[in-house]
């Protein structure tokens, strides 16, 4: 006899039943995400914007734990773009000292699970403090050989291609020609030593790719979902890798008939 009265069921359980449908042998090799709805998430509380981006770094360590208990060899996270320096003065170096915060907490917490950080994007245009720490939480990590947990900073795509391109137009003026090609212009890219993302995840319901990684995701899987960034957990991530991993790839152009 069932009894009417039932336990709710937690999270940990929920969590517990998608991963069991995880297929280890078939995760995406690089994963990437563009962390949206911080501010959204503080005005429904009617929290200043920097209370949304203090809360997203739980999800930031959710997401990074996820992947590296699963066993994913990269995951990207856009955490700054070159656009966000419009945002008021106050705002940006509020979330520059959560960035250092972040940076001198979570050392020893990626060492522990074996993560080596990088960074992507224009980083010698961020405050020297800034510069600072990332160089120190990049030189304590780099023996790390688990997860490669990279942090898109001060970031753009369009950025990134013209950075490409003045390194190309370079190399052509001192050696007199260059070849160029698609493997060439991606061996100058900020993810040069990276694969392409197999799977890109967008929270807060938003369908654009706001500048992110716009060469290296052309066949990238996209997974979006409506919950705001604060709220994004390991369900979530495991939830987009079900999701993924029940699609048949295609990486050829849409064929006409």
């Not at 039943?17 to 563009?34: F, K, N, T, V, Y």
């Not at 320096?85 to 020893?108: A, C, D, F, G, V």
Request: charged letters at 25%.
């Amino acid at each position: 006899m069932h009894s009417r009265f039932q336990a709710p069921v937690t999270i940990e359980s929920s969590e517990s039943r998608l991963l069991a449908q995880i297929d280890l042998d078939r995760l995406p090799r690089h994963l990437a995400i563009i962390m949206d709805g911080n501010g959204r998430w503080a005005k429904k509380r009617r929290l200043p914007r920097i209370a949304g981006h203090r809360a997203g770094i739980r999800a930031v360590r959710q997401s990074v734990e996820a992947c590296a208990r699963l066993g994913v060899p990269y995951l990207t996270l856009y955490a700054f773009s070159v656009e966000n320096w419009k945002r008021p003065h106050t705002e940006t170096t509020l979330l520059m000292r959560l960035l250092r915060e972040y940076l001198k907490k979570e050392i020893s917490e990626l060492n522990r699970q074996n993560i080596r950080l990088a960074v992507i994007g224009r980083i010698h245009e961020l405050p020297n403090p800034v510069q600072r720490d990332l160089e120190t939480a990049l030189e304590n990590t780099k023996q790390n050989t688990g997860l490669r947990l990279t942090l898109a900073l001060n970031y753009g795509a369009r950025a990134e291609l013209v950075d490409a391109v003045r390194e190309l137009v370079e190399l052509a003026r001192r050696n007199g020609d260059v070849v160029v090609d698609e493997p060439t212009l991606s061996s100058h890219l900020y993810t040069r030593d990276l694969p392409d993302p197999d799977l890109l995840i967008r929270t807060s319901g938003e369908l654009r790719l706001s500048n992110f990684l716009l060469w290296q995701v052309a066949y990238s899987e996209l997974w979006v979902t409506e919950t705001l960034w604060p709220d994004f957990t390991q369900g979530h991530l495991f939830q987009a890798i079900i999701d993924y991993q029940k699609r048949e790839r295609r990486y050829g152009g849409i064929g006409l008939g």
